[in-house]
């Protein structure tokens, strides 16, 4: 069975722009995790998904959104990026909420 | 709230020598209780996980974990490590009968020498 895949791996941003990534789970699964991970503040968590409906929501700014598919395909936005913004964004699928968590590789964000 | 602490930034072992990574939690309720492992510019890899039942839990890579509630510990234990464990390890914790996220630790490093 194929991981969770994300896309893309690396995005290179100016600030100011706005960037859309990509996460598509493990087949069945039907919950979405997002983190963020930056060496100063660790691995945080953005929002979970399921059912195409945000469940749960971290301590970002609006400026970070997200949204489900019907086919469980997830998508997070950043608007009017900051340099901050810069880190790995790690995508996590399971089989329903509250259940085990497998990650994505990552898509690496870097904001100039 | 929910914490993790990972007492542990970085440690050093020598390959063939015996690994033990620290953690400790903060639940209100019997936590559900999960080791990663992140090699440089990777993704997360489950190693094991705790939610119930046997206290000693078996994961992959030779990794085994221990739940001690009056500690509140899951320390992470490998008996003889490889220069392939080399890596950044995370404990993490929840969620659990609610609307919990899953949280993490600050990490530990690992580094193996010859």
């Known amino acids: ?112 | 709230a929910q914490s993790v602490t990972q007492p542990d930034i970085h440690i050093t072992v020598s390959e063939g020598a015996s690994l033990e990574l620290r953690c400790n939690y903060s639940y209100g309720a019997t936590p559900y209780l999960f080791w990663y492992v992140q090699s440089p510019g990777q993704g997360l890899q489950l190693l094991l996980k705790y939610f119930s039942g046997d206290t000693l839990v078996q994961g992959i890579k030779g990794f085994e974990a221990e739940f001690k509630r009056s500690q509140s510990s899951f320390n992470l234990r490998k008996p003889s490590v490889h220069w392939s464990d080399a890596a950044e390890y995370f404990c993490a914790v929840g969620p659990n009968f609610g609307n919990e996220k899953l949280t993490f630790g600050t990490g530990t490093r690992l580094t193996i020498i010859p």
């Not at chain 1, 609006?62 to 936005?77: H, I, L, P, V």
């Not at chain 1, 810069?86 to 100039?112: K, M, N």
Request: proline share 4%; charged share 15%.
């Open chain 1, 1 to 112: 069975k194929a991981g969770v895949t994300q896309t893309p791996r690396y995005l290179i941003k100016t600030r100011g722009q706005q960037v859309t990534l990509s996460c598509s789970p493990i087949s069945g699964h039907r919950s979405v995790s997002w983190y963020q991970q930056t060496p100063g503040q660790g691995l945080q968590f953005l929002f979970e998904y399921f059912s195409e409906t945000q469940r749960n929501k971290g301590n970002f700014p609006g400026r970070f959104s997200g949204r489900q598919f019907s086919n469980s395909r997830s998508e997070m936005n950043v608007s009017t990026l900051e340099l901050g913004d810069s880190a790995l964004y790690l995508c996590a699928s399971s089989l329903i909420f509250q259940e085990t968590q497998y990650f994505g590789p990552g898509t690496r964000l870097l904001v100039l």
